[in-house]
Nanobody
Framework: QVQLVESGGGLVQEGDSLRLSCAGS????????MGWFRQAPGKEREFLAA????????YYSDSVKGRFTISRDNAKSTIYLQMDNLKSEDTAVYYC??????????????????WGQGTQVTVSS
């Protein structure tokens, strides 16, 4: 059973940076694409970024491209989301996920079988 644990959330001000981590266990992470999503109150879960474990293909949503960067540490089975120039609208619970989506389904939450518990990011204006 794959388990994912996020960390690194918190309260920051607009313009600040934050790095989220997602540590995985219980699985062979070379088999999975890892993704980051977020969900704000009253809104649907939103795709942010994804990275294939093998080959390293990277995908971003238009809303965060240029501000957020996804990276990985294979030795630690950990994936990161570096968030720069944060805005108040980035306030949400952030989740990492593992799955085997094809390229056309990369941005769909239902393509990911395993999810972390989420970490809150609050950006004050």
């Amino acid at each position: 059973q794959v388990q994912l644990v996020e960390s690194g959330g918190g309260l920051v001000q607009e313009g600040d940076s934050l790095r989220l981590s997602c540590a995985g266990s219980g699985g062979s992470f070379s088999d999975y694409t890892m993704g980051w999503f977020r969900q704000a109150p009253g809104k649907e879960r939103e795709f942010l970024a994804a990275k294939r474990w093998i080959g390293g293909g990277t995908y971003y949503s238009d809303s965060v491209k240029g501000r957020f960067t996804i990276s990985r540490d294979n030795a630690k089975s950990t994936i990161y989301l570096q968030m720069d120039n944060l805005k108040s609208e980035d306030t949400a619970v952030y989740y990492c996920a593992a799955g085997r989506p094809i390229t056309s389904t990369m941005k769909l939450a239902r393509s990911y079988a395993y999810w972390g518990q989420g970490t809150q990011v609050t950006v004050s204006s």
